[in-house]
């Protein structure tokens, strides 16, 4: 390796961030086969998740939800040119450590798994694989931050095919981030204290008007409209799990999300990609969920 | 500066970015989704994110034909990332599917660099750059590997073309966007469009 070799530098903070910049604007798809991959990227998604169970099913099924077998996950890194993340428990370290040592381009710290520390969550800044967290409100997302995550997501509720709580999470961390935009600098100290987040990056949130990382939107996707709905309030890409493959034609579903979330604004198009998708998800009313994935993570 | 206002392809990726980069210098700046928004503009910047979905909305967006038929009418552009692979005229590792537009005669590799864990930063010397060496954030960044005639190299990284320009054309295997230094865009802007 010649010395110049040696100047790259790699796993940084600002590299894992790199990747969240790129994923803007696009669509990350839960996917369970190398079959399913294939079809994610060739309906133009940016990234697929590989997971065994989709969130719909593991509502169904219950049981301890784990990180996926790495055969599994190699079969569909395998199948695809575009980055491939996957998912690891809540504080669960050596779930990350395995995924990092496969490869994948993203990891998880997901809600959807059964957690495996109901105190900690997982030291980020030590992998070079970046990580993306689920957030519910704005102290959530800097805590997790603070943490070292790389990008953020509203949790909504996965699974459901309900958008209702990811625009509840969205709303809750955009508004505060408007409100700490007004606040002077005495004020900032009172917002650091009712996030429960670190005081620099409430700063940093203040002076720039945007969170340290991508905020990302997942947790209750199943039509365009709803991809377009949460670009539209301030989401900067969409995750979609259950609601591509538990759809009636997921190739036609999944296409039309990815040209709703470029075409977000533009509702002549979104009428036009809305049309003759067959049937969505079945979905669930929040007053029937018992299970509340979002509740999960501290 | 030649052109005056700047589309920014925004069908997916850091467009904007871009955009805030492009504003901060002073160009009127208009992100395009359609035919109509490119009708608008006098030079194209073509983001980083990813070249499949990128061209897969090219087509659906009916923007193919356009940008095409602007680029042969020599519109300046400026391809970052997977904006490099969208203006090249060879791709290897792309999708079957994945057309680009030969807007400039390179051969590049998707991804050659590797997966994300082998996204790197790196100090790049840029020819005609003032101010110090340019700071090279590469995300699983494209390889150029073949150079045509009449393609100027500004830039390598390790015996590699970064940063190349041919007449109205640039493209970059890095990320100006994310670099928080404008001078690369400022460059383009300035000189080539």
Known sequence: MSEQMNDRRRGTFEVKRGLAENLKGGVIMDVVTADQARIAEDAGATAVMALERVPADIRVQGGVARMSDPDMIEGIKAAVTIPVMAKARIGHFVEAQIL?????????????????DEAHHIDKFAFATPVVCGATNLGEALRRISEGAALIRSKGEAGTGNIVEAVRH?????????????????????????????????QEVAETGWLPV???????????????????LGAEAVFVGSGIFKSGDPVKRAKAIVEATTHFADA?????????????????????????LADRGW | ?????????ALQGSYRRHAETCARLGASVIEVRTPADLAEVDALVLPGGESTTMSRLLDTSGLREPVAARLAEGMAAFGTCAGMILLAEDVADGRADQRSFGAIDLGVRRNAYGRQLDSFVAELDVTGLDGGPFHGVFIRAPMVERVGPGVTVLASHDDRPVLLRSGTVAVAAFHPELAHDDRVHDWFLQEVC
């Open chain 1, 214 to 232: 991508p905020l990302f939107c997942a947790g209750g996707v199943a039509t365009p409209a709803d991809a377009a709905l949460v670009m539209q």
């Open chain 2, 1 to 9: 500066m030649a052109a005056r206002r700047v589309g920014v392809l």
């Open chain 1, 268 to 292: 002549d198009i979104l009428a036009k990609v809305s049309r003759g998708l067959g049937e969505a998800m079945t979905g669930i009313g929040m007053d029937d969920v018992t299970l509340k």
């Open chain 1, 100 to 116: 990092q040592s496969l490869g994948v381009d993203f990891i998880d710290e997901s809600e959807v798994l059964t957690p495996a």
């Open chain 1, 170 to 202: 969205l709303r809750s961390i955009i508004g505060d981030v408007r409100r700490i935009g007004q606040a002077d600098a005495a004020e900032l100290f009172d917002w650091a204290k009712r996030l429960q987040a670190p005081l620099p990056l409430v």
